[in-house]
Structure formats: C-alpha cells, structure tokens
C-alpha cells in the first residue's frame, strides 16, 4: 500500500510490575536488570531499533528509531510511531519481568487517532480489535479492566483512546503523566528539525543537538540532560532525564502530516518543580501548533481541577490557545484521564 507520509502518532504502552517477594528488596534493579540483546530481540519484533541511550540512578532511556523506550526497576514505557506493531512486546516483556522474579501488576494502552488509519497493519486498524490483542496477552489476575474512546465534540478525528487493566481496585502510582499531541506545526518552526546542508556530513548526535539548540527544546526543562537524536533527512527525537522524571519529544516536520508529541511523568506536588502549565506553555511554543491535545492521567493522586484549568488559562493567556473540548473518564485500578482539545482562538 501507497502511504502518503509517515504516521506521527505513538502507540504507547505501560506495565507496571511487583517482586513477587515484597518482604526483602532482593532486587533494587528489577527490570532494568534485563539484558540489551532481550531488550533488543523485544524491539526486533515490533519493529524498531535503539539509536541512543542514557541512564541515571533512576532508570534507562532509549531512544528508538520509532519513539522511545524508558526502563525502571519495576515500570517498563515504550511508544513507538509509524507502523511499529508494539502490541507484540508485552508478552516478551511479562515473561522476561518473571525471569527476574517480577510479576505483572497494571497495564496501560493508549493512542490518538492515526493521520493515516488505513495504513496500519492489523490489529491497529480497529480499537477493538486492539483491546482484544491486549486481553489475550495479559494474565487473568488483572482483572480490573476498561476501554474507553474519549471523542472530543469540536473534533471527533482526534479522539483519545485507553485501555487498562490493574490487579488492584484502587491505582498506587504516584506518577501523573501528561501526554501532548500536536498537529499542523507552524512551517517556521518545524524547519528546525531538517537536516541543513551543513549538517549532511556530521553525525545525527550533533545534529540533533544543533536541534535542540535552535527550536529551543534546551529551554523546556533546563534541569534535564537531554539525549537527542536527528532523522535523515528530517525528524528528531529525544528523551530528557531529570532524577527520577523522564521527558520525551518526538517530530515529524514535513508539511502536510506535520506532527509533534511531547510527553513527561511529574509528581503535581514535589518541591522545588515548575508548575506543569508553564512547561507545556514552552513546550507546546516550540511548534505553534494548529492543533493541540493533552491526555493527562492521574494515577495514585486524586484528579485536581485547578491544574486543569490552570493549563487552560495558561495556553490561552500565552498561546492564544482555547481549550474546545474537556472529557473525563475514570478507570479501576488506573486513575483517571483527562483529555482536552485546543486551538487557536481565530479559528
């Protein structure tokens, strides 16, 4: 089949897992414990490669040649773009998780709607085909489970689809992660990551960090070490490290199917970090998007509407962004998501 450009929009999985001997740290490592070659041989089946890597005392980030993948003792993240038949690593995963004592706890599917759906591959041309992928792929023990296709009223092609399944009625993870898709970048900006002439003859590292530089990715989160990566000829990827929080963004700059995603996990009550709305001021500045969507997930904290709405006056106040369209939905064992949809006030 004809594409007509690349698919920009990430497939993103999450599993969480708990040593099955809870009594002793036997095993402070877990999962990051796993070998390259098996990590690798998990990436072969979906369909992507490593480009880059970096890790810190928390965990390992990968830059794939499909998105991202972060790794922690007890929580594996992978999104990959494109094609990429991702659904195809959670077996792999739950069976090397158990190699290491560690036993499978949540799961988290989700996605946005794909610019090019008839260009997936099976089962990623129907949610529900989907889901039933993921359930046949999962042990009985997670038996809290939900699927949900959040369908914003003022755009019902951009809708925001989960999955989850939990062993656990109610969610112990501290994490809330904010999921940003954008679509329509401004041309100016999105010619930040083509490869330049100059560039031709250096490597991607150094292109990509000239990337970083020049669309101002560096400014996001100064505290994060960044570990980029530029496509040939256009495309950038690159994971931030910062303690225990990832950050992750990913373009595809060709006009027309023009797309960027940013993503990161943060406790909305640590000490001593940004609040959330002025990060996603900056990063959704990068781009001038035409279209913006946000999926945030609150896992083991309680949702909180202030910084729903702190979000929306902040993007309109700095932006010239209105939120359109706010769903919520809740989910056993896995928190509950918030899915708003902006654009610009003109429209």
């Known amino acids: 089949?004809?594409?007509?450009?690349?698919?920009?929009?990430?497939?993103?999985?999450?599993?969480?897992?708990?040593?099955?001997?809870?009594?002793?740290?036997?095993?402070?490592?877990?999962?990051?414990?796993?070998?390259?070659?098996?990590?690798?041989?998990?990436?072969?089946?979906?369909?992507?490669?490593?480009?880059?890597?970096?890790?810190?005392?928390?965990?390992?980030?990968?830059?794939?040649?499909?998105?991202?993948?972060?790794?922690?003792?007890?929580?594996?993240?992978?999104?990959?773009?494109?094609?990429?038949?991702?659904?195809?690593?959670?077996?792999?995963?739950?069976?090397?998780?158990?190699?290491?004592?560690?036993?499978?706890?949540?799961?988290?599917?989700?996605?946005?709607?794909?610019?090019?759906?008839?260009?997936?591959?099976?089962?990623?041309?129907?949610?529900?085909?989907?889901?039933?992928?993921?359930e046949e792929s999962l042990p009985k023990s997670l038996c809290y489970r939900k699927a949900s296709v959040m369908t914003p009223s003022n755009n019902p092609s951009r809708a925001w689809h989960v999955f989850t399944a939990s062993a656990d009625v109610e969610s112990d993870e501290p994490v809330v992660v904010v999921e940003v898709c954008m679509t329509e970048l401004d041309r100016v900006n999105a010619q930040s990551f083509f490869k330049r002439k100059r560039d031709e003859k250096s490597n991607s590292d150094s292109a990509g960090k000239e990337m970083t530089r020049l669309s101002g990715i560096n400014n996001i989160n100064a505290n994060a070490f960044i570990c980029d990566f530029a496509f040939d000829p256009c495309g950038y990827s690159m994971n931030g490290v910062d303690?225990?929080?990832?950050?992750?963004?990913?373009?595809?700059?060709?006009?027309?199917?023009?797309?960027?995603?940013?993503?990161?996990?943060?406790?909305?009550?640590?000490?001593?970090?940004?609040?959330?709305?002025?990060?996603?001021?900056?990063?959704?500045?990068?781009?001038?998007?035409?279209?913006?969507?946000i999926a945030t997930t609150y896992g083991g904290e309680d949702y909180n509407h202030e910084v729903t709405k702190r979000v929306e006056r902040v993007l309109a106040k700095k932006l010239g962004l209105k939120c359109r369209s706010r769903l919520m939905d809740e989910f056993p064992g896995s928190g509950t998501v918030v899915y708003q949809s902006f654009t610009p006030r003109r429209k």
Do not use: W
């Open 243 to 293: 303690g225990d929080r990832y950050s992750t963004i990913h373009v595809t700059p060709e006009d027309g199917f023009s797309y960027g995603s940013f993503e990161c996990g943060l406790s909305l009550y640590d000490d001593g970090h940004e609040d959330i709305s002025e990060v996603l001021s900056r990063a959704i500045d990068v781009f001038r998007p035409n279209d913006v969507s």
């Open 1 to 134: 089949m004809s594409v007509p450009g690349f698919e920009g929009f990430e497939k993103r999985l999450e599993l969480r897992f708990f040593d099955d001997d809870s009594s002793v740290t036997s095993n402070p490592m877990g999962l990051r414990l796993i070998d390259f070659e098996s990590l690798d041989q998990v990436l072969n089946e979906v369909q992507c490669t490593v480009v880059s890597a970096v890790a810190n005392r928390s965990f390992d980030a990968y830059v794939l040649s499909e998105s991202s993948l972060f790794v922690y003792p007890t929580k594996i993240i992978i999104k990959t773009c494109g094609t990429t038949q991702l659904l195809k690593s959670i077996r792999p995963l739950i069976h090397l998780a158990r190699n290491l004592g560690l036993t499978l706890r949540a799961c988290r599917y989700s996605r946005g709607s794909f610019i090019f759906p008839k260009a997936q591959p099976f089962p990623y041309t129907s949610f529900k085909d989907e889901v039933l992928v993921v």
